[in-house]
């Protein structure tokens, strides 16, 4: 069945806005073309819905995949910290995953992210002992969360302004000798104000001197927030 048998992943998909059903199901066709003989594996999750593909029907084996979250889809590589990605449009602070944000279907950099593909499949199989008796071509639901947190499954009641923080003169002063203050004003107002609460909270002082630390790290890494991947969009 395959690329064919979608009635279930089009029923996992109904929860989530039309714009990232329509961006996934787009991916899953070209990945589908791309590679008629592996296997489609779905996980629909508490947070998001993903599937990805690989040669055997083992979730370990998977070399690519499409999550679809609150936040929009993301097209991902189980071991992406091994790819070669001259262009670095890849991001994630993990140990093995990377992956990028697709906001649309126009501006998908297909032949490069093709180039990574083969990639992560031929390591893939390098990966693997023997492959020879597994099924292939098919799509395979793998599990289904009973409870899930999906946009548009319940309505909110609109969510309280959040309340802003003053920064303290310490804490301005550190990332000017940090040189970092220029990184931290090209943060967005939400990760700004974030940091600040979660610094001046700590009700110890060595604490709070851990976190300002972590603070002033990410900021020279740049593409890390709060331990999360972060993908400026200046560079997008």
Known sequence: MGKKDNQDLLHFLEPFPPVSQAIALWLRDWVWDLY?????????????????????????????????GTRGVIFGFTHGVDLHDPENMLSGGGNQFRSLRVPDTDSFPTAYVQMLMKQAFDLCIARMKDCSQAPNGQTIVKSISPTKRRPGMQPKAAAARKERHKMPDEIMQTLKNARLFDAYSARPPYQQNDYIEWITSAKRS???????????????????????????????
């Open 36 to 68: 008629p003989k592996c296997n489609e594996l779905i996980y629909d999750n508490y947070n998001f819905l993903a599937f990805g593909w690989a040669p055997t029907d083992k979730m370990g084996d998977v070399f690519c995949s499409i999550a679809v």
């Open 206 to 236: 060595e604490t709070q001197a851990a976190r300002l630390e972590r603070m002033l790290d990410e900021l020279r890494q740049g593409d890390v927030y709060m331990k999360m991947p972060y993908r400026s969009r200046a560079i997008r």
